[in-house]
């Protein structure tokens, strides 16, 4: 008969942790980073975290973030992790009762949003060669052209 009282109690101390965010997630999100080709480098936020793909960086919840991806020989590109709110705020509604702060404890915390996108797939674009597609200089003559008096105008 005394299980039962111990067997309710802990049912009641662990129903903040079905929903709150706070405690199932946690604050930061490891998002996964992959490029093709490989080896690009991934700047985090302007000089932050730096990784080369294919890898993984752990980012903070709380806001979103700009990802620099660079790599010899390719175009330089930007993506934007964007903050969302998870899904997963929605079991808070199951301790809401008995414990409301959940609510406000993760969106406050910032824990109830999740980045994306993850994985973040990024396709580089190689750069072009200089002098292939650059046009000839302003009052130069075409390959192969004679220079010499220019042709009367009718």
């Known amino acids: 008969m005394k299980a039962v009282p111990c067997v309710a109690v ?3 101390l662990a ?3 079905l929903g709150c ?3 199932t997630k946690g604050s930061k999100q490891t998002v996964t980073f992959v490029s093709l080709p490989p080896g690009a480098r991934i700047t985090m936020d302007a ?3 730096t990784i080369t793909t ?3 960086l752990e980012l903070t919840r709380d806001k979103a973030h700009i990802a620099v991806v660079d790599k010899e020989g390719y175009e330089p590109t930007t993506v934007t992790l964007h903050r969302v709110i998870s899904t997963g705020i929605l079991g808070n509604f199951g301790c809401f009762v008995l ?3 959940c609510f406000a ?3 406050l915390s910032g824990d109830a949003h999740e980045l994306k996108p993850d994985p973040v797939s990024i396709s580089l674009v190689p750069i072009s060669t200089a002098g292939a ?3 000839p200089p302003v009052g130069s003559s075409p390959p192969g052209a004679v220079a010499g008096p220019s042709a009367p105008r009718p």
Do not use: E, K, Y
């Open 15 to 17: 129903m903040p942790t």
């Open 133 to 135: 597609s650059a046009p």
């Open 99 to 101: 414990f409301p702060f």
């Open 54 to 56: 294919p890898g993984q």
């Open 10 to 12: 802990a049912a009641l």
């Open 21 to 23: 965010m706070t405690i």
């Open 105 to 107: 404890v993760d969106g």
């Open 47 to 49: 000089g932050g975290q």
